[in-house]
């Protein structure tokens, strides 16, 4: 579980020392929920973040435990290190907007004809409550071959989820090597 600090103070000179020590700033929001203005350790963090297995995962703030998604962050323009990143409450039963991964599975034909693996949309945005949320959309990519294409219309059909993309939109493609 990520641990995390309040912060007392959100103005630019307490949020440059604690970038200085080493945290990372995040703000944790929610619908019908208080903002929470929060820091974190970016080592802490990215660490969680990178070995989450699904697309929610746990924080403690304070005394507060919560199951929170990942909606926004920002990095340095030059250095890409992470600066802030913006954490929505993920509550059971409230429908919003998530990005959910796309996970191909199998080993295309195309790879052996000269064709790469072309991931274009490596989250796709949905909406739907969190209890029905998958962990990833999984694709099967074993028959395609170099110049085909799998679109939104091609996903499989979920009830449960609305994707918020046009049915004419690519997620990954087969396309030739240079």
């Known amino acids: 579980m990520l641990e995390g600090i309040v912060r007392e103070s959100i103005g630019k ?3 440059k020392a604690l970038r200085r020590d080493g ?8 619908k019908g929920f208080e903002n929470i ?6 080592g802490d963090y990215i660490r969680t973040v990178k070995s ?18 990942v ?22 039963g409230v ?26 949309k490596p989250r ?9 949320l998958p962990n990833a959309i999984e694709i099967d990519v074993n028959s395609l071959d170099v110049g085909d294409a799998v679109l939104v219309r091609d996903l499989p059909e979920n009830e449960t989820l609305d994707i918020r993309l046009a049915d004419r939109v690519s997620i990954l493609s087969i396309i030739k090597a240079k």
Request: net charge positive.
């Open 23 to 30: 945290y990372l700033i995040a703000n944790i929001y929610g």
């Open 95 to 120: 429908v919003t907007k998530y990005f959910v991964p796309i996970k191909p599975v199998g080993t295309p034909v195309g790879l052996k004809n000269k064709g790469v693996l072309s991931v274009s």
């Open 71 to 92: 909606q926004d962050y920002q990095t340095h323009p030059i250095t890409d290190v992470l600066l802030h990143v913006d954490l929505m409450v993920a509550q059971e």
């Open 52 to 69: 989450k297995e699904s697309v929610a995962f746990d924080v403690k703030v304070g005394d507060r435990v919560m199951k929170v998604v």
């Open 124 to 132: 796709v945005p949905v909406m739907s409550a969190i209890e029905n």
């Open 13 to 15: 000179k307490a949020t």
């Open 37 to 42: 203005n929060s820091a974190f350790k970016l």
